[in-house]
């Protein structure tokens, strides 16, 4: 096979028959930085997290799998011609998002009420697009109105509407679960017949933020199964490094890598309801 790219998490290569072998690896980014060491299983939990949401989304938005990897962690997929539009839906107020509500009462160009905090929920799930950077970039949130001007009116509005349509299919299965969905991040790109689909991972604990329901509690930073948990202890005095500074992160200590990697299990099991076995 041919090797095409390799990003953050994931190697891309094209099959002789022209279709795609994703393979996601065991590495963590967090800032824009890849971190080290990796987190063991993570990469298998994501490609098998995605290939169960793919099945339930199915009827939402079409995919673009073609087929199993001959791993756990890889995935065959149809190439697409990708939308340069990284698609965020929110229904609580997190994150980046926060940041901005706080500067400026809104995150990406969206109005939002007065007096909402950390964890609030939204009164109605929004679409936050933002840029997407070059590798070691950071993304920027941009308004509407912006992706309109890139992409025009109608592919705007359809990024729209199967971002938040997406979410909201996510948000009930999960809830089910007794877990929240945040936030999350998907990717969309058009097929041979110009047709908008799913591409790359989808709601996994790299792309969402999920929130055990019953530890739920507005005002304050809340208990999650995603890589929220890697952030905050780079952003603690324990880690003693400064996002600012220009310097590379340091070194997860074995206690982070492995509870990382059980909060990361968890969302699996929990969400799909079944074991993992690598």
């Known amino acids: 096979m041919k090797h095409l790219h390799s990003g953050k998490i994931r190697d891309l290569y094209q099959t002789d028959d ?11 980014s967090a800032f824009d930085h890849v971190l ?30 073609a087929g199993p990897g001959p791993d756990s ?4 997929c149809k190439p697409l011609s990708m939308v340069s539009v990284e698609c965020v839906a929110r229904g ?18 969206v109005r939002l009420p007065p007096g909402l905090e950390e964890g609030s929920r939204l009164p109605e799930p929004i679409f936050t697009p933002s ?14 109105e912006r992706v309109v001007g890139d992409v025009g009116a109608e592919t705007a509005e359809a990024l729209r509407q199967i971002t938040l349509a997406v979410y909201t299919r996510g948000a009930e299965i999960a809830r089910e679960r007794g877990i929240i969905l945040a936030d999350t991040k ?46 905050d202890w780079l952003l603690s005095p324990e880690s003693g490094w400064d996002k600012d500074s220009g310097t590379p992160p340091p070194r997860l200590p074995d206690k ?22 690598g």
């Not at 099945?55 to 799998?65: E, F, G, Q, T, W």
């Not at 926060?98 to 400026?104: A, E, G, V």
């Not at 840029?131 to 509407?144: M, N, R, V, W, Y």
């Open 92 to 109: 609580y107020l997190t994150g980046s998002g926060l940041i901005d509500y706080r500067r400026d009462g809104a995150v990406s160009g």
């Open 131 to 144: 840029t997407k950077a070059p590798l070691g970039q950071h993304d920027e949130p941009i308004s509407f």
């Open 18 to 28: 022209g279709l795609l072998l994703m393979v996601a690896s065991d590495r963590i």
């Open 186 to 231: 998907i990717e969309l790109g058009r097929d041979a017949e110009g047709v908008l689909t799913l591409g790359d991972e989808v709601l996994t604990p790299d792309s969402s933020r999920f929130w055990p329901a019953d530890g739920w509690q507005p005002g304050r930073s809340q208990p999650s199964f995603d890589k929220q948990y890697v952030r």
């Open 36 to 65: 080290e060491p990796d987190i063991p299983d993570k990469g298998a939990i994501l490609t098998q997290m995605s290939l169960w949401w793919f099945d339930r989304l199915a009827d939402v938005v079409p995919n673009h799998i």
């Open 73 to 76: 962690r890889s995935m065959l």
């Open 256 to 277: 982070v890598v492995e509870q990382t990697r059980q909060r990361y299990l968890e969302a699996y099991e929990r969400i799909t309801g079944v074991p993992f076995s």
